[in-house]
């Protein structure tokens, strides 16, 4: 059972000091003072005090009678009162009144005989720790019958390993019999290591009995009785704990029930102040935000204090909703505007003729409808008053110009990539060009994985990977306008400002090939480039008679796959010109293979590149069979490859082109060279034309800081 209160020793003490002054100062007792050290301040305790003074002078009869209704918590409380009610509840003559008092809770287990009835009702309706008196206690060693905040909290649990040498011969006498049973009660531990432990007295009690056994006959009879107890207490120990956990649960659903009569009445309240159509339109999470309140979240009721004291909280939330509520409107408002906007511009588009015409890589720089809605022309119109109707009609002003409208779009990205363009060559006297785009070394890379690094002006403008799907740059969403034009114009908004477009990354190496070509990188022009019919070889990957022939831009791409840690003193040793005859051999024989590679056969493969239909707006894929199936289901026919269907990017700037091999006539025996040289692969060339490696400094390139 609890331990009894203690009176603190202070307050004693404070009380003798009080009265001993009282005495040495003799102050009169009808003075304020007198008055305040006498009489002590009462406690303030719930109900009326002394009312049960006069229960124990009852009759004998009416007291069992009132004490057959009370549960055996109450009785053990009524017996904890005061010493005449101890002494007549532990009377063993009055233990039917225990008996009916259990029977007053239902699926209460019956007593254990090794219990008593006040220990019994402490261990089921009680939660103090036995050794130190701590409330709220929930692990219960029910096969001892005690309740302890921790194992070392009294010292009373044993771990089994640290048992005397007594219970441990007993322990192995049972095996050696085959007698399973523990011979003093164990139970698991509350650490994670779930380690059987014991209880202390037991194993004391059975360690005397033990040692005061001699005979051994006797020593394995007293095991078996042992063995029997503490089978029998398994059995009482199933039931207690399995009636605790009915209880726990029961409390449980009691909890959630009168926690939910309380969000009830708070919900109520809120429908009062008139938020119930935002009541009713939040999500569940924004419900549950509500309910994890820790004012909220309570088993008592709800009144006046406790609503004025959660009602900003609780009104912050419902206000936020309100909030989301109201954009969400104007998004739904915005996104009916930009549909008839779109609509008036394909009206435009057909009035013009334009949807009769298969659409080009041209079309695909100009401005999406998305685009249209960010200028001043288009926004202006579509911000004006909601309650104004708005109709194809109201974009005619806007529509009339919109040839104008277009170029100062295009000239306004074009001003972007210009300055990305400016810093990116600052070090370099290309920067002073006055045709920046049509230097070979102003070029810009996708960073997504495309594989398209040789972007130029203007084609960049209808590259795929810069019109992302809805929510693919979220963090630059300021408003709701925004938010209306990511989700109504999907694939429709030109992201070129992305961090995903960059300022060509490998321009130090760029200049080197143009420079191994015999151009200036400052001044040659990237159709000068293109037209170029110079061609080099690897140094690094060179064989000795053997090598792959590149022309500018694939020496870029093989120096971006295999050599892009290069050190910048070897950059200018990396590339080796062919000689004009094996240049020009080189060039004819790769000019074959692109025609090849890049002719309708280019339509019917699944390679990487991007595939457009020409006559919808249907977005850019990867597999052609995207296309195929498209076509038939949307245009009831086969395409025709190149009417129907054309590729958005530049053939000629792709990595994976054929390539060319040159072979020293040394191994023109080789079956590997013959065959190369059958498929229209490989040339020969004479064995001269593997030894320069010659090599040309750059006075203008960009020095290091």
Not at 88 to 96: A, Q, S, T
Not at 179 to 185: F, I, N, Q, R
Not at 552 to 577: N, Q
Request: charged share 30%; net charge positive; with cysteine.
């Amino acid at each position: 059972m609890a331990p009894r209160k203690k009176v603190k020793a202070n307050t004693v003490q404070a009380i003798s000091d009080a009265a001993s002054t009282t005495n040495k100062d003799a102050v009169p007792s009808n003075s304020p003072s007198a008055n305040a050290i006498a009489k002590p301040r009462r406690r303030v305790v719930r109900g009326h005090l002394g009312g049960l003074k006069d229960m124990p002078s009852m009759p004998l009869d009416i007291l069992i009678e009132i004490m057959g209704l009370l549960t055996p918590k109450d009785l053990l409380n009524l017996a904890r009162t005061s010493k005449n009610f101890r002494a007549f509840l532990l009377d063993r003559k009055f233990e039917h009144v225990w008996k009916a008092a259990r029977s007053q809770v239902p699926g209460l287990p019956d007593r254990p005989p090794y219990f008593s009835e006040p220990a019994y009702a402490n261990l089921m309706f009680f939660d103090n720790c036995y050794n130190c008196g701590k409330s709220n206690v929930q692990h219960v060693y029910w096969e001892f019958g005690v309740r302890y905040c921790n194992e070392k909290c009294g010292g009373q649990i044993v771990v089994a390993r640290n048992l005397p040498g007594a219970v441990v011969i007993a322990e192995n006498i049972a095996y050696l019999q085959r007698l399973y049973d523990p011979v003093v009660s164990q139970s698991p531990s509350r650490r994670s290591s779930n380690r059987p432990v014991r209880f202390k007295p037991e194993v004391d009690a059975f360690r005397e009995k033990w040692m005061s056994l001699t005979d051994d006959a006797e020593r394995l009879q007293f095991i078996k009785e042992c063995q029997e107890k503490t089978s029998e207490r398994r059995k009482h120990t199933f039931l207690l704990q399995h009636w605790a956990d009915y209880c726990k649960g029961q409390k449980e659903l009691d909890n959630d029930r009168m926690k939910q009569e309380r969000f009830n009445a708070v919900k109520e309240r809120i429908r009062q102040e008139g938020w119930g159509k935002e009541l009713d339109s939040m999500s569940g999470y924004e419900i549950s935000r509500i309910c994890v309140l820790p004012a909220v979240d309570k088993t008592t009721k709800l009144t006046n204090q406790a609503w004025g004291a959660m009602r900003e909280s609780v009104m912050k939330i419902v206000l936020e909703h309100r909030d989301k509520m109201l954009a969400k409107e104007r998004r739904k408002a915005i996104i009916v505007r930009l549909q008839v906007m779109r609509e008036a511009i394909a009206a435009h588009h057909e009035a013009l003729g334009r949807n009769k015409r298969p659409r080009t890589k041209e079309d695909d720089r100009q401005p999406r409808p998305g685009d249209l809605a960010y200028l001043s022309e288009f926004h202006k119109i579509i911000s004006t008053d909601p309650e104004v109707p708005l109709t194809k009609e109201s974009f005619s002003s806007a529509l009339e110009s919109l040839a104008d409208i277009i170029e100062r779009w295009t000239e306004k990205q074009r001003e972007r990539y210009e300055a990305r363009a400016l810093h990116g060559l600052r070090r370099t006297p290309a920067a002073e060009s006055e045709n920046l785009f049509e230097l070979a070394v102003c070029t810009f890379s996708c960073t997504r994985g495309c594989r398209d690094g040789w972007l130029r002006w203007p084609d960049l403008l209808g590259h795929p990977c810069f019109r992302p799907r809805f929510g693919r740059y979220a963090e630059s969403m300021k408003d709701d306008f925004d938010s209306a034009a990511h989700t109504a114009c999907d694939r429709e908004l030109f992201y070129g400002h992305n961090p995903d477009v960059v300022f060509n990354p490998h321009l130090g190496m760029t200049r080197c090939v143009i420079r191994a070509c015999g151009e200036d990188p400052d001044t040659v022009t990237w159709d000068a480039m293109q037209a170029s019919s110079a061609r080099l070889r690897c140094t690094k990957c060179s064989h000795a008679h053997s090598c792959e022939v590149y022309d500018w831009l694939s020496a870029m791409s093989h120096y971006r796959d295999y050599h892009p840690g290069t050190p910048r003193a070897e950059k200018d040793g990396l590339w080796a010109p062919l000689g004009k005859e094996e240049a020009a051999q080189a060039t004819a024989l790769a000019e074959t293979l692109f025609d090849a590679w890049s002719g309708p056969k280019a339509y019917t493969r699944d390679y990487e590149h991007y595939i457009a239909c020409a006559w919808c707006t249907e977005e850019p894929s990867q597999i052609m069979r995207h296309i195929v199936d498209h076509f038939p289901k949307c245009h009831g026919r086969e395409p025709v490859y190149g009417v129907d269907v054309y590729i958005t990017d530049d053939m000629r700037t792709r990595r994976d082109r054929p390539k060319v091999t040159m072979c020293s006539s040394a191994i023109a025996h080789v079956a590997w060279v013959k065959k190369s040289i059958k498929e229209g692969t490989a040339f020969l060339a004479p064995p001269e034309a593997f030894s320069s490696n010659a090599t040309v400094e750059d006075p203008g390139a960009p020095k290091a800081t």
